[in-house]
C-alpha cells in the first residue's frame, strides 16, 4: 500500500525557519506589540505567536515524529485557507522580530510561509492577487499607462538625460502622491546636484509582489523587474541612486540583490540619507521657517526604513536643522515604532484593518504633538519619508477628524516636502 503524502510541502521555508518555529517560546512579547494583532481588536488568529505556533502544528502533522512513524495526518484546504488569512493579516513591518526573545527573523518566515501558499494556489489575500497582471501589463502598481509617469515634472525642473545621480521616483511618488516626487526634484536643482530619471523605463521595483508571497511565481516578474531597472540604471551611467520611497529604497537594496544573485552596480541611497551628508558638508542653507511660524514636529519611522534597513538618524537630521521646527520623539519610535498599517498588502487586501492601526499611530502623534492638559492653539506636524505611510496616515488623521477627534487636525507631510518649504520651494506642481 502506498505511503500517504503530506498535504504539506516546505517549499520556500529554509531549514533555519523550520527550526525557528522550534525556538518560539511561546512568551507572547511580540503579540503585546503587533500593531495588526492590536489594530483588529485582538483577533486570535493575528498574533504572530498563534502563526507560528500553526505552522509548526502543520509541519508537526506532517513531518513529525508521529507523521513518520504512522504517516502524516491530513490538513484540510480550510485550514490552509484560514492560515492564509491570517498570515496576510500582517504588514511585515517586523516589530514582531525586534521584540522576539529568541531571535526569530519574522519578516522572513510571514514571506515564506506566503510564497509557499501562493504555490500552492491559497493566496495571496483579495485584490493582491491581480497585481501580477497589473504589473506585468503596465510595470506599475496602479495600472497606469507609462506615460503617466512623466506627467508631474514641472516646467521649471531640470534633469539631465544621463548623470552620476539618479532619481527613481517609484510607482506611488510618481503617480499618485506626486508632491513627493516634484519636491525631490526640485530641492535637487536648487542644491545645483545633476540627476537623470529612468522616465517611462522605470518599472515597479517589485516590492508588492515580494511582501505578499508572490516573487516565486513561475513567471520570475520580480526578477525581471529587478533585472530591467538595473539594466536601465546602467545605462545611464548611475553611480548613486535616489529614493524618496522606504519600500523602494528596501527593494533595490535588500532584494533585488537576492532576487538577482548578485550586488547591484550602484549605491543606493535614501534622499534622506542625502540631505543629512549635505547638511554635514556645510551645503545646505535653509531660507524660512518651512511653514512660515513655529511648529512642533515629531516623525513616523517608516519600516522600510527603520527597522528594515537601520535609517535612523538622518531624517531626525535634517527636522532638527530647519528652522522654526520643534522637534519631539513619540513613545514608540525607531526599532520599536508602530507601523502606519499599509505595509505587507495590507492597505490593498484589509483596507479597513490598515486603517484601524493608522488611527493608533495618529494618536501616538498626538500624545506628544499636543500633551494632556495643553490648549491646542496651532496645527503641528507629523513627517514620514514614505509616500505611501503618508497616505494610510493621511486616512487615518482624515477618519479621527471626521469623528470629532480635534487633537487629529495636523499636518502630514514627508521629509522631503518639508525640506522644500524649507528652501523656499513649493512641494506641488502648481
Known amino acids: 500500500?502506498?505511503?500517504?503524502?503530506?498535504?504539506?510541502?516546505?517549499?520556500?521555508?529554509?531549514?533555519?525557519?523550520?527550526?525557528?518555529?522550534?525556538?518560539?517560546?511561546?512568551?507572547?512579547?511580540?503579540?503585546?506589540?503587533?500593531?495588526?494583532?492590536?489594530?483588529?481588536?485582538?483577533?486570535?488568529?493575528?498574533?504572530?505567536?498563534?502563526?507560528?505556533?500553526?505552522?509548526?502544528?502543520?509541519?508537526?502533522?506532517?513531518?513529525?515524529?508521529?507523521?513518520?512513524?504512522?504517516?502524516?495526518?491530513?490538513?484540510?484546504?480550510?485550514?490552509?485557507?484560514?492560515?492564509?488569512?491570517?498570515?496576510?493579516?500582517?504588514?511585515?513591518?517586523?516589530?514582531?522580530?525586534?521584540?522576539?526573545?529568541?531571535?526569530i527573523n519574522t519578516v522572513e518566515l510571514w514571506e515564506g510561509m506566503r510564497a509557499n501558499l501562493v504555490k500552492r494556489g491559497v493566496g495571496p489575500y483579495g485584490k493582491q492577487g491581480t497585481m501580477p497582471k497589473i504589473i506585468g501589463d503596465t510595470k506599475n502598481s496602479y495600472n497606469e499607462p507609462k506615460e503617466n509617469r512623466l506627467i508631474w515634472i514641472p516646467k521649471d525642473v531640470k534633469i539631465a538625460d544621463k548623470a552620476d545621480i539618479l532619481y527613481f521616483s517609484g510607482c506611488t511618488a510618481g503617480m499618485k502622491q506626486t508632491n513627493l516626487a516634484v519636491s525631490t526634484a526640485r530641492v535637487l536643482n536648487k542644491l545645483g546636484v545633476e540627476f537623470c530619471m529612468l522616465g517611462e523605463e522605470e518599472c515597479c521595483c517589485g516590492s508588492v509582489l515580494i511582501r505578499t508571497g508572490q516573487y516565486f511565481r513561475e513567471d520570475n516578474l520580480a526578477k525581471k523587474l529587478a533585472r530591467t531597472n538595473v539594466d536601465n540604471i546602467k545605462a545611464k551611467g548611475a553611480k548613486i541612486v535616489l529614493y524618496a520611497c522606504s519600500g523602494c529604497f528596501r527593494a533595490s537594496l535588500v532584494d533585488w540583490p537576492r532576487l538577482l544573485g548578485e550586488e547591484v552596480p550602484f549605491k543606493v541611497m535614501h534622499v534622506t540619507q542625502f540631505l543629512a551628508e549635505k547638511i554635514d558638508a556645510g551645503e545646505i542653507e535653509w531660507k524660512q521657517k518651512p511653514f512660515g511660524e513655529d511648529k512642533t514636529v515629531t516623525f513616523h519611522d517608516p519600516c522600510h526604513l527603520g527597522r528594515h534597513v537601520g535609517v535612523y538618524d538622518e531624517p531626525r537630521k535634517v527636522l532638527n536643522s530647519m528652522p522654526g521646527m520643534n522637534y519631539v520623539e513619540m513613545e514608540r519610535c525607531k526599532s520599536y515604532q508602530r507601523c502606519c498599517g499599509a505595509g505587507g498588502g495590507v492597505k490593498s487586501g484589509m483596507p479597513e484593518l490598515a486603517l484601524s492601526i493608522a488611527k493608533l499611530r495618529?494618536?501616538?502623534?498626538?500624545?506628544?504633538?499636543?500633551?494632556?492638559?495643553?490648549?491646542?492653539?496651532?496645527?503641528?506636524?507629523?513627517?514620514?519619508?514614505?509616500?505611501?505611510?503618508?497616505?494610510?496616515?493621511?486616512?487615518?488623521?482624515?477618519?479621527?477628524?471626521?469623528?470629532?477627534?480635534?487633537?487629529a487636525d495636523i499636518i502630514i507631510e514627508d521629509v522631503v516636502e518639508i525640506s522644500a518649504r524649507a528652501l523656499g520651494l513649493s512641494p506641488s506642481k502648481e
Open 1 to 103: 500500500m502506498a505511503r500517504k503524502q503530506p498535504s504539506l510541502d516546505l517549499k520556500n521555508i529554509t531549514m533555519v525557519q523550520t527550526m525557528e518555529l522550534d525556538g518560539c517560546m511561546r512568551c507572547g512579547e511580540c503579540a503585546e506589540w503587533c500593531p495588526t494583532y492590536e489594530g483588529s481588536g485582538y483577533l486570535p488568529g493575528l498574533s504572530p505567536r498563534d502563526k507560528i505556533y500553526r505552522w509548526k502544528r502543520f509541519v508537526d502533522r506532517s513531518f513529525g515524529i508521529s507523521a513518520t512513524l504512522f504517516g502524516p495526518k491530513e490538513i484540510s484546504n480550510e485550514e490552509f485557507v484560514q492560515f492564509k488569512d491570517d498570515v496576510h493579516g500582517c504588514t511585515t513591518c517586523g516589530i514582531c522580530a525586534t521584540v522576539c526573545e529568541s531571535g
Open 362 to 407: 495618529v494618536g501616538d502623534a498626538e500624545t506628544v504633538l499636543y500633551p494632556e492638559g495643553e490648549t491646542k492653539t496651532q496645527t503641528n506636524v507629523f513627517a514620514q519619508a514614505c509616500p505611501f505611510c503618508k497616505r494610510n496616515l493621511s486616512d487615518g488623521r482624515d477618519a479621527l477628524k471626521q469623528g470629532g477627534d480635534e487633537k
